[in-house]
């Protein structure tokens, strides 16, 4: 109980801290924030979408309070900070000897992730792309592995997958980035938006089970991650398929609550309302 109260009071001061910079005096990236919101809520008012940016700088400014949670949680309390809900999913199909691909996107605190190795029965690799600074990038890398999260670059996966290890493990993809080329385009949001496809090109290759991940908040610092399949047969899946029902969920969850979602990033940054 004193550990709870200790560390809620942390984060509470942490968190003010950071919201005061990022909002009061930085305004970082403010009017990102209002033009993806804009656009993504067409039927909301200036005031609404005003609302929904505050709401998400206090959620975004929490994340960053979090970060030293994660850092120095024990191993025994991660079950306190993360209510995994669908692990049996996982356990089913690794016991079949089949890899899992957990697909979620930038909503919540995906962070969280971390701490998936210390409440799933198998190995874990969680596929990044490395940070543009170097200190920060080496800082998240520690953070992510303390509970033995294995880290794979982008170009790494493929070959380790194809490799079809035993036994196989579970590979964590935060699918809503931006491809570095223009592939295939989904109306997400109310607009023409490049996605991701390889994650899907490797489910098939595989035979891999592919399931959908969401955060949502409990309490101060504490986060429930609920897993919901998307398909345990990706060979017999249409083409584009898997990636059409993820970004309808990813859709479908932002929808209920705006603010968990990253609006910093620069999704749409490439003008594709022409192609």
């Given at each position: 109980m004193a550990t709870n109260y200790k560390t809620s009071v942390y984060t509470g001061i942490t968190y003010r801290i950071i919201y005061f910079l990022l909002y009061k005096v930085m305004r970082y990236r403010y009017t990102e924030v209002i033009?993806?919101?804009?656009?993504?809520?067409?039927?909301?008012?200036?005031?609404?979408?005003?609302?929904?940016?505050?709401?998400?700088?206090?959620?975004?400014s929490r994340l960053f309070a979090e970060i030293p949670v994660l850092m120095m949680l024990p191993r025994g309390r991660v079950a306190k900070r993360l209510v995994l809900e669908g692990?049996?999913?996982?356990?089913?199909?690794?016991a079949e000897g089949r890899p899992v691909i957990i697909m979620l996107g930038h909503y919540g605190n995906w962070e969280c992730l971390s701490l998936?190795?210390?409440?799933?029965?198998c190995r874990v690799y969680g596929v990044f792309k490395p940070l543009s600074n170097r200190f920060f990038d080496r800082l998240m890398k520690?953070?992510?592995?303390?509970f033995?999260?294995?880290?794979?670059?982008?170009?790494?996966?493929?070959?380790?997958?194809?490799?079809?290890?035993?036994?196989?493990?579970?590979?964590?993809?935060?699918?809503?980035?931006?491809?570095?080329?223009?592939?295939?385009i989904v109306d997400f949001l109310h607009q023409p938006t490049s996605v991701i496809t390889g994650t899907e090109r490797l489910a098939r290759a595989t035979n891999a089970v592919v399931l959908y991940a969401v955060l949502h908040k409990t309490k101060a610092c504490q986060w429930k991650m609920s897993l919901s399949l998307i398909t345990d047969e990706p060979v017999n899946t249409a083409p584009f398929e898997i990636t059409h029902i993820f970004n309808a969920r990813l859709e479908n969850d932002i929808r209920q609550r705006p603010a968990y979602w990253l609006w910093t990033h620069r999704r749409w940054k490439n003008n594709l309302s022409a192609i």
């Open positions: 033009q993806n919101l804009s656009r993504s809520f067409p039927e909301k008012s200036y005031e609404e979408i005003k609302r929904i940016a505050l709401e998400f700088y206090h959620h975004f692990a049996a999913l996982v356990e089913q199909y690794q998936l190795p210390a409440l799933l029965p520690k953070i992510r592995s303390r033995g999260l294995q880290l794979l670059s982008m170009e790494e996966v493929p070959r380790h997958m194809l490799q079809r290890r035993q036994p196989p493990g579970a590979y964590i993809f935060v699918s809503d980035q931006s491809p570095p080329h223009c592939k295939h």
